[in-house]
């Protein structure tokens, strides 16, 4: 299995996380999924996934698309899936477009993300 | 210009002692004390004459708005121009035993457009002390205003009291998402009790705050629609779908508490 370098899956406990840190491109975006899926499936068990985007300025409808189909990758795979991290301003301006961002459960932090998934919504 | 100058140098202390007389009357300079009063003439005489010489408005008018009464953002605008004209007049009356007809009419023309020039930079200056002043009020307002209190360490409160326009509404938004993130708030209730009139545009704001604040994994609850706005919101077909209401603050704290599977006990004794 190939692991990009640019964007690694970690692990702790059941949990994985990913840390975005730089911008996505289309590539890197279905290599994530792609991974993701492979990760999911590749692991004993899995008691969810964490996206975090706090050192993300700046989110667009790409962005909010890609984070939706992972979400349902890892539903359809058996597993929750949630994103960390908003900033302020990033969600201000995904109100503000009217980019929704559907069945994507959010948190403020890693630590809040954990303690939604572990109580299994 | 010279031999204006040179008689209104001469004439100093009448002009002095008119002004004395005339500024007087003005609320203004009532409660001025003597010397303090004198001082400013004594001042205004000196850049006077330098802007008669030179033809130059800009340091009288600085001075003028600077160091006099006149620089004040109380002040109303016609009061300005009364104290102008006064002074205006006392100089023209200097020249009275003076000069034939032709000279007095060239005098008067150069001596109106110098005292016009100096009252529309000074116009100029003080709408902008005035427009700083309403801005700088307006920031306080904003601030008063969008206060945010956090009642325990899941839950805040923000009251907002008065009317929400759209640059309110994006300050609002901003203070409650940066709070949220402060004080890692799962909930937020929003009272709207003092907030009169709740029409389309500020149910967008609220709206907008609302999911802001769930992307930041924190609920919010309006509390305190009257039914003055609730009947305007059914009326404007404004569906507040989605977002929990209460009816008051307490009622907002006691939902924050059922949804978090807590409640309040009181101590066995």
């Known amino acids: ?27 890197l975006a279905l290599s994530l999924q792609e991974q993701l899926a492979n990760r999911i499936k590749n692991s004993d068990s899995v008691e969810g996934v964490l996206i975090d985007l706090t050192a993300v300025e700046v989110v667009d409808s790409f962005i909010a698309k890609l ?17 960390t991290g908003i900033q302020p301003a990033v969600a201000i301006t995904l109100v503000e477009l009217g980019i929704e961002l559907k069945d994507v459960a959010t948190a403020l932090n890693l630590q809040r993300g954990i303690e939604i998934l572990r109580k299994g919504e | 210009m010279d031999l204006f100058v040179k008689v209104i140098v001469e004439k100093k202390d009448l002009f002095i002692s ?61 009061e300005v ?3 102008a004209f006064t002074l205006k007049e006392i100089v023209l009356d200097l020249f009275e035993e003076y000069l034939e007809e032709e000279k007095l009419y060239l005098f008067f023309r150069r001596l109106d457009n110098i005292f016009y020039l100096i009252r529309l930079d000074l116009l100029d200056k003080y709408s902008k002390i005035k427009e700083e002043f309403i801005l700088k009020q307006t920031q306080s307002l904003y601030e008063l205003s969008t206060p945010v209190v956090p009642v325990s360490d899941s839950t805040l409160i923000m009251p907002l009291i008065g009317i929400i326009d759209t640059n309110r509404g994006q300050q609002i938004m901003e203070e409650l998402l940066q709070a949220v993130k402060k004080h890692q708030a799962n909930f937020i209730i929003i009272d709207v009790t003092g907030v009169p009139i709740v029409d389309t545009a500020v149910a967008q704001h609220i709206f907008k705050t609302v999911k802001a604040a769930q992307l930041l994994g924190a609920e919010c609850i309006v509390a305190g629609i009257s039914p003055e706005v609730a009947q305007t919101l059914t009326r404007l077909g404004i569906d507040f779908a989605g977002i929990r209401t209460v009816r008051n603050i307490r009622l907002g704290l006691e939902l924050s508490l059922k949804l978090q599977g807590k409640t309040i006990v009181g101590e066995e004794k």
């Open chain 1, 1 to 27: 299995m190939q692991q990009n370098n640019k964007i690694p899956i970690l692990k702790i406990d059941d949990f994985l996380i990913i840390s975005v840190q730089i911008e996505l491109d289309d590539e």
């Open chain 1, 67 to 83: 984070l939706g189909d992972m979400a349902n990758i890892a539903r359809l795979m058996g597993t929750n899936l949630v994103v």
């Open chain 2, 18 to 78: 008119r002004a004395r007389e005339e500024l007087q009357k003005f609320d203004l300079y009532k409660n001025m004390s003597g010397d303090i009063f004198d001082n400013h003439l004594k001042n205004f005489f000196g850049f006077l004459i330098d802007c008669l010489k030179n033809e130059d408005y800009q340091e009288i008018s600085d001075f003028i708005v600077n160091k006099t009464a006149l620089g004040s953002a109380n002040l109303q605008i016609r």
């Open chain 2, 81 to 83: 121009e009364e104290v």
